[in-house]
């Protein structure tokens, strides 16, 4: 509770300090770099230019075509070649890779905001990495648990239930995998877990795979995907091979075709997380800061919305569907 209060206290202070003019000559400019195109990134980007728009800063956005450390690392180099920004918000494609291009960027007078992904464990306190400003995003060992709980509840606690995930040493992803199995072992010895696989952002490797692990699993009675990639290639396959209502899928991440299958009763369950705001929060957190405000956490949890079809029709559950228009 305290966290999401100092959250909203630090909006509401870059907000009122927009309107002085001492802010609006000086514009923060601020690089925003998540980590590829997808509805979720998109939807960030929503809340990060609203942000902007609404404190009067100025925002560079530079979107990897591809995930992968190789990708975004030539444009954070860009970003900080440029000498003239103030920020950078950005989603690290890798918890431990990405340490060191980034730690150039500080060591250049950027401060770092990190959202969705972090850097080492996550803890810019006490952790082995304490450069950036703060991360703000989701508890994804908390949302894996979630998933793993929403499950078993649709296979009727006992079966085989499989994981597609996206990439290796990825914070958020590996958190949903590490709660998933983490409940399933201590509270439902009769459901046995297969994978992850990775499927390097591809929704057709994603397919592949499942589509593989229900040809030699009969028994499989559901899938976990673990990010709008994973969910969208698991229910693909599912569709395919006919099994819609008999392997039960749970996504991460509100997509519309998350949504489409959770109409036809191929998805349980949907965690909604809520990029807008991680986007708007980070624009504020940085306007704040730069407006001298001291007490900004190093870590906040935007939290979830929970889908599934008895509330999906409820506008104030359905307004997190990721809508990118």
Partial sequence: MRKTTLAALAAGVAIALASQPTLAADKLKIGFLPGVVDPFYQVMQLGVEKAAKDLGAEVVTQVPPTWGVEAQTPLLDAMVARGDLNYIIIAPVDKDQMVGPLKTAADHGIKIITVDTYLGDGDYVKGPVKFPL????????????????????????????????????????????????????????????????????????????????????????????????????????????????????????????????????????????????????????????????????????????????????????????????
Avoid: W
Wanted: aromatic share 8%; no cysteine; net charge neutral.
């Fill in 134 to 325: 703060s991360y703000i995003g989701s508890d994804n060992i908390e949302g894996g648990r979630i998933a793993a709980r929403g499950l078993a509840k649709a296979i009727g606690g006992k079966g085989s239930v499989y994981i597609n995930s996206t990439n290796p040493n990825v914070s958020s992803v590996e958190g949903r995998a590490v709660g998933f199995k983490e409940v399933m072992a201590k509270e439902f010895p009769d459901i046995k877990v297969i994978g992850p696989d990775f499927n390097l952002d591809d929704p057709n490797k994603a397919a592949q795979q499942t589509a593989a692990v229900l040809s030699r699993e009969p028994n499989l009675a559901g899938v976990f995907g673990t990010n709008v990639f994973s969910a969208q290639g698991a229910g693909t396959a599912v569709v395919n091979a006919g099994l819609g209502g008999h392997v039960q899928v749970v996504a991460y991440d509100a997509t519309q075709l998350a949504i489409e299958l959770m109409d036809k009763g191929v998805v349980s369950l949907v965690l909604a997380q809520k990029p807008f705001d991680m986007g708007y929060l980070a624009v504020a957190f940085a306007a704040s800061d730069a407006a001298g405000v001291t007490s900004l956490p190093p870590r906040v949890e935007t939290g979830f919305a929970i889908i599934d079809k008895d509330n999906v029709k409820d506008p104030a559950i359905a307004r997190f569907i990721y809508k990118v228009k």
